[in-house]
């Protein structure tokens, strides 16, 4: 366990950082590219988000010691249970597919060239750089953890799942520049 424990601290402590990019949602239309993303680095240790960012990696960092115990079996029964049937796995997969985040970020940029709004470039810029880093994250850690995927495949790129990073970071995005309204269903969607 500590062998896998330590890259996965490492991870949580530098790359996930990344992954709070919606925290500077209201970025200022004028920074560009390369500031927003510093700035999106940065945000886990210089704004208000700081206790959630370190009780948040305390709670992964528990869930991964717990893993064998609890998480394991859970997953083998509802994978056998199907509790929801096809229908929920096919939302996922959909939800997951990171097609929703480029229709908003394709929409967003295609307006913005279109009328020159500023605010609404920047929002597809948030969602594309969102996007980035969760996915960039996810893929870190797949490699460092190494989880066997629960089909028996052999394959271990099982955890953290691709399909729930970019469902919530869409689901992120929507709730900081839209509201909790569409925010909320987004989130419902992600879930």
Not at 34 to 61: H, M
Not at 72 to 90: C, E, H, K, M, Y
Not at 119 to 132: D, F, Q, S, V
Not at 168 to 175: D, L, N, T
Request: proline share 6%; glycine share 8%.
């Amino acid at each position: 366990m500590t062998k896998k424990l330590k890259p996965f601290i490492f991870v949580i402590l530098l790359i996930s950082s990344l992954v709070l990019a919606p925290v500077s949602a209201n970025a200022s239309a004028e920074e560009s590219l390369g500031e927003q993303t510093w700035n999106d680095f940065k945000s886990p240790y210089s704004t208000p988000v700081r206790p959630y960012f370190l009780v948040g990696s305390a709670l992964a960092i528990t869930f991964a010691i717990f893993e064998d115990s609890v998480s394991d079996p859970l997953q083998v029964r509802t994978i056998s249970d199907r509790p929801l049937g096809n229908f929920a796995s096919d939302l996922g997969v959909l939800a997951g597919s990171l097609t929703p985040n480029l229709i908003y970020a394709g929409g967003m940029l295609l307006t913005a060239a279109i009328t020159g709004n500023h605010e609404t470039r920047a929002k597809g810029n948030l969602m594309l750089r969102a996007t980035a880093y969760s996915q960039a994250t996810t893929t870190a850690l797949k490699f460092i953890i190494r989880e066997p995927r629960p089909d028996g495949s052999g394959e271990k790129v099982s955890f953290p799942s691709g399909h729930s990073t970019g469902a919530f970071s869409f689901a992120s995005v929507i709730q900081a520049e839209h509201g909790w309204i569409y925010g909320g269903l987004a989130y419902t969607y992600a879930t």
